[in-house]
């Protein structure tokens, strides 16, 4: 509790004409607050000051931690959408991959069956030629 100018002045004056003079008396006031600024905190002020820095941090923790779940819903979300583009992407190269291996194993095919025939053919003539020259020789 603060004391006016007034009431520190009588007080002084009071007790300064006692034994203890002047020295105790100006220590004894030095206790007192001379304004309310000066007032001695409480537990009642200290735990009312607590409270609300907590409420405020709280608050400011929640508005960062909302603000991050945001932004990281937003950065998912355009992972998402990347990754389903790029899917898609490497489905169609697949499918053009795939086609196009369809082609070249079908030109295989096809290429084995023509030296196939040009085989089949060749050992034809050669049994032909050998029966030939077996008839005439022999």
Not at 29 to 55: G, H, M, Q
Request: proline share 2%; glycine share 8%; charged share 30%.
């Amino acid at each position: 509790m603060a004391l006016s100018e007034q009431a520190r002045n009588v007080m002084f004056r009071y007790f300064s004409g006692t034994e203890p003079g002047e020295e105790v008396t100006s220590q004894m006031l030095s206790y007192v607050p001379a304004r309310d600024v000066e007032e001695p905190v409480t537990k009642n002020d200290l735990r009312t000051e607590l409270a609300a820095l907590r409420l405020e941090f709280r608050t400011e923790l929640d508005e960062a931690i909302g603000g991050l779940r945001n932004e990281l819903r937003s950065e998912s979300g355009e992972l998402r959408t990347g990754l389903k583009s790029e899917i898609r992407a490497l489905r169609s190269e697949m499918g053009e991959m795939r086609s196009e291996s369809r082609s070249e194993i079908d030109a295989l095919r096809s290429d084995m069956h023509q030296m196939l025939y040009a085989l089949l053919g060749t050992m034809v003539a050669l049994f032909a030629i050998g029966v030939t020259l077996v008839l005439t020789l022999g």
